[in-house]
């Protein structure tokens, strides 16, 4: 999801400021994704450009609130619409990394796999035991969230497996020395 659909999402349920925005943002992620109040001020004056949102006058406090338009709200039905396509997603940084471990020369691979497969376990049994402290249908937002990171580390300790396991598969046998014929009467004659 790019912070851009991620505002509009939010200022569908009114108009809000950065500041406001970020901390809705981290709030419905579960702090998943932390966002910089840069990075929502320049999402912002790129939706306002682009007319899917426009700025208020400015509070006596002196923050300027923005709210959708129709534009906005119609580019963000769209955006719920459309289902994600793999293609769409972010390269996944793992399989990149293990792709180039098993061509680089001196790379430990299972030693990566490992000790990727421990870090994984590790945030596993942390999405869990998050889980089990959220309760109630005003979680249910962050609730839908942790679950799909506990789904996606399970999804990564079978891949893993996987991998090692392929790698077993695949490894290089081990060179046999070289096989020396039976001596027969014939050699033990030349030798004597």
Same mark, same amino acid.
């Given at each position: 999801?790019?912070?851009k659909?991620?505002?509009?999402?939010l200022?569908?349920?009114g108009?809000?400021? %950065?500041y406001?925005l970020?901390?809705?943002?981290e709030?419905?992620?579960?702090?998943t994704?932390?966002?910089?109040? %840069?990075?929502?001020?320049?999402? /912002?004056?790129?939706? $306002?450009r682009?007319?899917l949102v426009?700025?208020?006058?400015?509070?006596?406090? %002196?923050?300027?609130p923005y709210?959708i338009?129709d534009?906005g709200?119609?580019?963000l039905?769209?955006?719920f619409?459309?289902?994600?396509g @793999?293609?769409? @997603?972010?390269?996944? $940084?793992l399989a990149?990394k293990?792709?180039?471990? /098993?061509?680089?020369?001196?790379v430990d691979?299972p030693?990566?796999i490992?000790?990727q497969?421990t870090?994984t !376990?590790?945030?596993?049994? $942390?999405?869990t035991? !998050?889980?089990? @402290?959220t309760?109630?249908?005003?979680?249910?937002s962050w609730?839908?969230? /942790?679950?799909?990171?506990?789904?996606q580390?399970?999804?990564?300790v079978?891949?893993?497996?996987h991998?090692e396991?392929?790698?077993?598969r695949?490894?290089p046998l081990?060179?046999?020395?070289?096989?020396?014929?039976?001596?027969?009467?014939?050699d033990k $004659?030349?030798?004597a």
């Amino acid at each position: 999801m790019s912070i851009k659909y991620g505002l509009l999402a939010l200022l569908q349920r009114g108009t809000m400021y %950065g500041y406001q925005l970020r901390t809705s943002f981290e709030e419905s992620t579960g702090g998943t994704w932390p966002l910089n109040i %840069g990075q929502v001020y320049t999402t /912002l004056s790129r939706l $306002e450009r682009d007319d899917l949102v426009r700025s208020l006058p400015e509070h006596d406090g %002196g923050q300027r609130p923005y709210e959708i338009t129709d534009a906005g709200r119609a580019e963000l039905a769209t955006w719920f619409a459309t289902p994600i396509g @793999r293609g769409d @997603r972010p390269r996944d $940084e793992l399989a990149i990394k293990l792709a180039l471990a /098993l061509t680089t020369p001196g790379v430990d691979v299972p030693g990566i796999i490992q000790a990727q497969r421990t870090a994984t !376990m590790r945030m596993l049994q $942390e999405y869990t035991r !998050m889980k089990q @402290r959220t309760a109630g249908p005003a979680d249910l937002s962050w609730r839908l969230v /942790l679950e799909s990171m506990i789904f996606q580390a399970e999804a990564e300790v079978r891949w893993l497996d996987h991998c090692e396991a392929s790698l077993a598969r695949h490894a290089p046998l081990p060179t046999p020395p070289p096989a020396t014929a039976p001596e027969t009467v014939h050699d033990k $004659e030349k030798t004597a």
